[in-house]
């Protein structure tokens, strides 16, 4: 007989399976890869002929959402590792825990300085939600000189398939987290299961049919583990900052104006096919009795009158229709908080420097709060990688705090930011190490050592010359030193 516990986890995933979560997950997800029907509200002839042509419908949701990403993810991520309030750290630890960190960040199965750190601000941005699972993989090989570290494992997931429960409504602390799988089985059957994750254990359940004349299906646990790292092991990331249980996407006041824009351009499009060649319309014409009217753009229309004539029908302007479409992108990026610039059509023409910057100061405002908010649990992702590392075994870096921080994104061309480095650095103002990590140099500790090497080799040549020039000077001690036969000439001559 089933406790209580796992029937209150049943009725609460099957609740979970039907929130409108999911339903706004797919429409938002169906809008940024434009598999929207812009076709709806035409006739069906009409489909068929503009299908073709409106595959590329323009986009404006998918340019919000990748706009986004690219200004807050253009760049990889810097890991900064510091001590905490508890004492001062060995450099030498706090040097080989960021180096630990970096491997770990760029595994190819992970790829979290770049590539999965947009997908997850991607996910954030399109569906409001996303979600990081970090995991310790024992079927990987470990590597000889980076011990275990090839098995940390981090996953950014699909947030359709993670089912978030929160302990109270403020929705800050995690009581459990259930991520769903669905895999083909041999015969071709769909099968789902879902591992939920505890402070303290691990459940894997599964869905089993009940009734095998019926559709009915059931979820039953199958096994629970204890889990030896007391935390769970999932981070829920949400877009925007609210006391909702889920976060916000960018595209939720976005979709109409994308739907107004879609409906202009099947009207641009409809009278583009129809309306925006001449016709030739010639009256008093006789046709064959039961022939159809031909209305293609070649055809020339006839048309019953007493009185025989041939009249021009001049083409439909649609000037009109293209002007609202602009307008149209116009507000959907002013809603979005996207500039023009950003989309590659700054207003008044080409702008650079300071100009450019403010032009950027409204996508700022947006990205900042969700800057800070990703860094913030990318920073407890990495705590908890330092526990999982010191459960197995590995170096105890516990004590130890690390930052996962993105990169300016404000369009600013590298001599400048180069530039500015220098000034600093040479007035006093922050140490070569800041000055190698903003010119985003990944080991700065290796940098350190060849500019220290570098720097040895030029003293040595410096030392060489000077030693040189000493002994040139001993030897030249005593010597009578006379003018040149050219020097001695002019002297002669002014003298005279």
Known sequence: MATKVEES??????????HVRLENYREYENYYYNQVDALQLLSIKMKDSLAQELRQTANI??????TKTEYICGKPLVIQVTGTDEGNMPDELMAQAERDLYYIYKRPSNSLLLENASKLVRLMSMKGDGFIKVFFDENIKEDRTRGILPKVQIRVLNPSYVFPKYKTTDYQELEWVAIKEITVEADGQLKASAQVYYDDIIQFWEVVQTDKNAETTSWVLREDVTNPYGFIPVIHFKNGATDLEYGISDLLNVTDIQDAINKTLTDLLVTADQQAFQR??????????GMELDTSPASVLEILDPEARLDVIQPADIAPLLNTLNELKDTALFIAQIPKAAVGQPEGGAVSGYSLRVQYIPLESKCAVIRESVQIRLGLLNSMIFEILRVHGYTDYTMLEAESLFQNGLPIDDSTVTDNVIKKHSAGLQSKRTSLEELGIEDVDEELDRIAGEQMEVAGGMNRIETEAQLMAQQLTGA????TPEARAVEEATMK
């Open 61 to 66: 949701c998918g340019l919000v959402v990748d």
């Open 280 to 289: 030739l319309a010639l009256f008093g014409a006789v046709g064959a009795k």
């Open 480 to 483: 009578a030193v006379t003018a």
């Open 9 to 18: 986890f049943r009725n609460w995933i099957t609740e979970q399976e039907e």
